[in-house]
């Protein structure tokens, strides 16, 4: 039993180090999902930011892994739209705060904090922060479009 719950340990220990730094394009929720990937955007769908007042938790039963991420829809109908243009429809820097990246870091993104510009999803990390970079969209979107290259797949806390 200890024989098997070392090797079982070992397997999960390299997996983890194995990964590549793609693992970092998306925030996620901690914690795997039925997917078998972390949860995207907490859970919300996405679809439901362009569709509805406010935007919607997911199903569980409505999954689709996109960018190692689970995504969650209200229903088959969202799930199929997503499966046909997810980048239409996934958040913009991984879900990540459009602010910080913007600043060159990767902040969590709240969902209940969205703007869509230009057909675009973007999150920001609070209400404060949302203010900031409403101040100016355009030029914060110009900053995170250039920070991105550079960010995309490093770790939310890695240092420069």
């Known amino acids: 039993m200890l024989r098997k ?3 079982i340990l070992c397997l999960v220990l390299g997996t983890a180090a194995a990964q590549n730094a793609a693992e970092y394009e ?3 929720s901690a914690g795997m999902t039925l997917a078998g990937v ?8 996405p679809v439901s930011f362009f569709t509805t007042a406010q935007p919607r ?5 409505h999954t689709v892994a996109f960018n190692g991420a689970a995504y969650r829809f209200e229903s088959e109908g969202n799930k199929q739209k997503f499966e046909k243009d997810p980048a ?3 958040p913009q820097f991984g879900g990540y705060c459009a602010y ?14 969205y703007k869509i510009v230009d057909g ?4 920001n990390l609070n209400p404060d922060i949302q203010n900031k970079w409403l101040e100016d969209v355009n030029g914060n979107i110009d ?13 939310p806390t890695q240092k420069d």
């Open 88 to 90: 239409r429809y996934a």
């Open 143 to 155: 900053k995170a479009d250039d920070n991105w290259t550079k960010i995309r797949t490093k770790s």
């Open 57 to 61: 938790i997911g199903k569980a039963k």
């Open 120 to 123: 675009k999803l973007y999150f």
């Open 38 to 45: 972390p949860l995207a955007i907490h859970g919300y769908d």
């Open 26 to 28: 998306t925030n996620t």
């Open 100 to 113: 910080g990246v913007a600043l060159g870091a990767k902040f969590d993104g709240d969902p209940r904090l």
């Open 5 to 7: 719950t070392l090797i």
